[in-house]
């Protein structure tokens, strides 16, 4: 029988729960009683996962929602961390070491950029960025001690789209791994093993979490490649605290719902403001006019609740300014970082990143002044296209 996403979302891993409480409970202890066994001990203190045994190793509610993101994933396995950082940087860790070389993205989440430009660099492992749009880039950076391709798509800030199917035949044709980060998308919108894609990471802090109350991430691969993550984990020691990973359990059982309404909410936004006179550019590969949209529409079966748009200036400073106003006129849209909640949020990508990209490095990136990154959330999309009419109106 196959089991559709909604019916995953809330059945997957309930093995894990072996109370008889319909909801999970939260096991907020650190460590488990030990079995008398000794053999039964030492099984618990050296297999991956094991949810008995000291929280660093495993959680049964950790299990649970690992196994839902796993089958959502369509991947053997899965493992959740702490933050969506700790499980990019530990997933990379598991797979590199010095003297080897990745082949990135000019755009990624800023942070990942920072751990490709100052971490890993500081440990003898090189890392060439190349244009996304340009699939034929990714193969001309492979050197004989590539070991990884690392994408995101949709790209953080900017919405351009890698080349799944591409990236997953080229990376199987030189015999290495290909790692993306699905975060924009979420697994409803997009499930890259499909397209040959070996290993999906997630900030769960995002759609997965999706209620801004809580930093997960999560790391979904092969059987044995995610028991290397979890030896990195226990070194690294960045395991998701049972109250978060039960706040994740509970949130991730209404992702569908979350995500559909999400996607429809941003397309009706994203044409309001395509049509704007004082919208120079609206980036969303769901529209037509997006440069992608129709390699998009290939790998997505939704576009995610992510658009960015440019404010027109007659000057870069007096972008700048107007894409101040607009954000600080706005009423419901929610100017913090972060994406992915019930609510809606909007940034300015130039001042949040502004302190850790050059010049240079944000023009790589798309991240112009007049930039503004929105996330659509579940609210009514008449509330919030009237935010913006309103909002725009004093620029
Ligand atoms: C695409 C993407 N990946 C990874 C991260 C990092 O996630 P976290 O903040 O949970 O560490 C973020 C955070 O904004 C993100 O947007």
Redesign the pocket.
């Known amino acids: 029988m196959t089991i559709n996403t909604e019916t995953i979302l809330i059945h997957e891993g309930q093995q894990f729960n072996e109370t008889a409480a319909v909801t999970a409970p939260v096991y907020q202890t650190s460590t488990y009683v030990a079995d008398a066994d000794p053999a039964a001990y030492i099984r618990a203190a050296t297999e991956p996962k094991h949810p008995y045994f000291y929280h660093r190793h495993g959680n049964p509610t950790n299990s649970q929602v690992a196994a839902i993101i796993a089958k959502l994933e369509k991947t053997e396995d899965a493992l959740v961390f702490a933050?969506?950082?700790?499980a990019?940087s530990t997933a990379i860790l598991a797979i590199v070491k010095s003297g080897d070389h990745i082949v990135a993205q000019h755009a990624h989440?800023s942070?990942?950029s920072i751990f490709f430009k100052e971490f890993l660099t500081d440990y003898g492992i090189t890392v060439t960025v190349v244009d996304q749009t340009d699939t034929q880039a990714f193969e001309q950076a492979i050197q004989a001690n590539t070991k990884l391709i690392y994408v995101?798509t949709p790209s953080?800030p900017n919405l351009n789209i890698t080349d799944l199917k591409a990236i997953g035949a080229l990376a199987q044709k030189h015999g290495i791994s290909s790692m993306i980060?699905n975060?924009?998308a979420s697994p409803i919108n997009q499930t890259p093993k499909d397209f040959g894609i070996d290993i999906i990471v997630h900030?769960?802090?995002?759609y997965l979490g999706g209620h801004s109350d809580l930093?997960?991430?999560i790391v979904c691969g092969p059987l044995d490649y995610i028991a290397k993550v979890w030896k990195r984990s226990l070194a690294l020691g960045a395991s998701l605290a049972p109250l978060d990973s039960w706040l994740l359990l509970r949130g991730i059982k209404t992702l569908s719902l979350r995500v559909k309404q999400i996607n429809a909410n941003a397309l009706q936004l994203a044409e309001f403001l395509d049509q704007h006179p004082k919208v120079k550019q609206v980036s969303y590969p769901g529209l037509s006019s997006h440069p992608q949209h129709e390699l998009a529409a290939r790998q997505m079966s939704g576009f995610s609740g992510m658009l960015c748009i440019e404010i027109d200036g007659a000057t870069e400073e007096q972008a700048f300014k107007n894409a101040q106003t607009l954000i600080n006129s706005l009423q419901l849209f929610i100017n913090a970082?972060?994406?992915g909640g019930v609510e809606s949020l909007v940034v300015h990508p130039a001042s949040m990143w502004g302190g850790h990209h050059t010049k240079e490095q944000k023009e790589a990136s798309g991240i112009t002044l007049g930039m503004l990154r929105i996330s659509v959330g579940i609210e009514h999309i008449s509330d919030l296209i009237g935010d913006f009419e309103q909002a725009l109106e004093k620029i």
């Open positions: 933050t969506g950082m700790a990019i989440y942070g990942t995101e953080n980060d975060t924009f900030s769960a802090t995002k930093t997960a991430g970082a972060s994406l």
